[in-house]
């Protein structure tokens, strides 16, 4: 099985920062995509980031310049920092990655439980 763990959510003025992480664990082999999803109250839940094996990665049109993406393979950690946050980006966010297990044929998609941002005054 395999795990996902996020984390460095909370509550943050606007303008502040937050950098969340998520760390994947389990009987993983390998992992492709490691993406940020978020999901306001009464929203959709949408894309913000994606990066891949190797380290490729890009952000949604409402987030760039300010969130970055990054992965650290060796740990199977994804980390999405984000800048100058605005009351528009309070959600629940989500790590999501499509990974290899070990013993078992394809690639499968894995969630995590969420962790909240705030961005009020």
């Known amino acids: 099985q395999v795990q996902l763990v996020e984390s460095g959510g909370g509550l943050v003025q606007p303008g502040g920062s937050l950098r969340l992480s998520c760390v994947a664990s389990?009987?993983?082999?390998?992992?492709?995509?490691m993406d940020w999803y978020r999901q306001a109250p009464g929203k959709q839940r949408e894309l913000v980031a994606v990066?891949?094996?190797?380290?490729?990665?890009d952000v949604a049109d409402s987030v760039k310049g300010r969130f970055t993406i990054s992965r650290d393979d060796a740990k199977n950690t994804v980390y999405l920092q984000m800048n100058s946050l605005r009351p528009e980006d309070t959600a629940d966010y989500y790590c999501?990655?499509?990974?290899?297990?070990?013993?078992?044929?394809?690639?499968?998609?894995?969630w995590g439980q969420g962790t909240q941002v705030t961005v009020s005054s």
């Open positions: 990066t891949y094996s190797g380290g490729r990665g």
């Open positions: 389990g009987s993983i082999f390998s992992i492709n995509a």
């Open positions: 999501k990655i499509n990974a290899r297990v070990v013993g078992r044929p394809g690639s499968y998609v894995y």
